[in-house]
T-cell receptor, first 120, second 111 residues
Framework: GAVVSQHPSRVICKSGTSVKIECRSLDFQATTMFWYRQFPKQSLMLMATSNEGSKATYEQGVEKDKFLINHASLTLSTLTVTSAHPEDSSFYIC????????????????FGPGTRLTVL | GQQVMQIPQYQHVQEGEDFTTYCNSSTTLSNIQWYKQRPGGHPVFLIQLVKSGEVKKQKRLTFQFGEAKKNSSLHITATQTTDVGTYFCAGRWSGTYKYIFGTGTRLKVLA
């Protein structure tokens, strides 16, 4: 089945530093990837839609200068949390849509295992 | 903005009892998906519903999409301890390719 990986799985950083999280589709190509944020025991909040070769589309209230998204290839999207602060501590999850399935009836999102960010 | 409400927030059941979670949108959805997230894990896709009034079954799980495509339900028959987790619905509206997740229902099954 379709596999999405995320790296790193956990990261602890100091306040003010930047952290990059990678999302890779391992066995399929993804023109569209999504970045979510999940607080403990809460739902997934869509942050932005990452489009290969173009600028990401951010949800209302998400600072694009704070959360930089780059989707440089059909298998890789990166989320960089710039100048991280303790309130940015959260579980970040990416998902990817199979390029082939985009043209089919099935429209499944394949989720990565998530990255737990802790900002001290 | 577009949002999907899900109830109940929590549900504790005795093993063998049935369980149902409901999703509601104030506007018509294009399609809806259901996911299961185990504690400490990531969401895993269960199913997608597209047609008005659609009913799909996966073993003990039954998924329904309302006639107006504004609500959906997931029913588990005779719950087992392996059913523990949080169940999310995720709705998509016409004209957009993004999904908005419901608030989730956390299921605990008591042995």
């Amino acid at each position: 089945g379709a596999v999405v990986s995320q790296h790193p799985s956990r990261v602890i950083c100091k306040s003010g530093t930047s952290v990059k999280i990678e999302c890779r589709s391992l066995d399929f190509q993804a023109t569209t990837m999504f970045w979510y944020r999940q607080f403990p025991k809460q739902s997934l909040m869509l942050m932005a839609t990452s489009n290969e070769g173009s600028k990401a589309t951010y949800e209302q209230g998400v600072e694009k200068d704070k959360f930089l998204i780059n989707h440089a290839s059909l298998t890789l999207s990166t989320l960089t949390v710039t100048s991280a602060h303790p309130e940015d501590s959260s579980f970040y999850i990416c998902s990817a849509r199979d390029q082939v399935e985009e043209y089919r009836y099935t429209d499944t999102q394949y989720f990565g295992p998530g990255t737990r960010l802790t900002v001290l | 903005g577009q949002q999907v409400m899900q109830i109940p927030q929590y549900q504790h059941v005795q093993e063998g009892e049935d369980f149902t979670t409901y999703c509601n949108s104030s506007t018509t959805l294009s399609n809806i998906q259901w996911y299961k997230q185990r504690p400490g894990g990531h969401p895993v896709f269960l199913i997608q519903l597209v047609k008005s009034g659609e009913v799909k079954k996966q073993k003990r799980l039954t998924f329904q999409f309302g006639e107006a495509k504004k609500n959906s339900s997931l029913h588990i028959t005779a719950t087992q301890t392996t059913d523990v987790g949080t169940y999310f619905c995720a709705g998509r509206w016409s004209g957009t390719y993004k999904y908005i997740f419901g608030t989730g229902t956390r299921l605990k099954v008591l042995a």
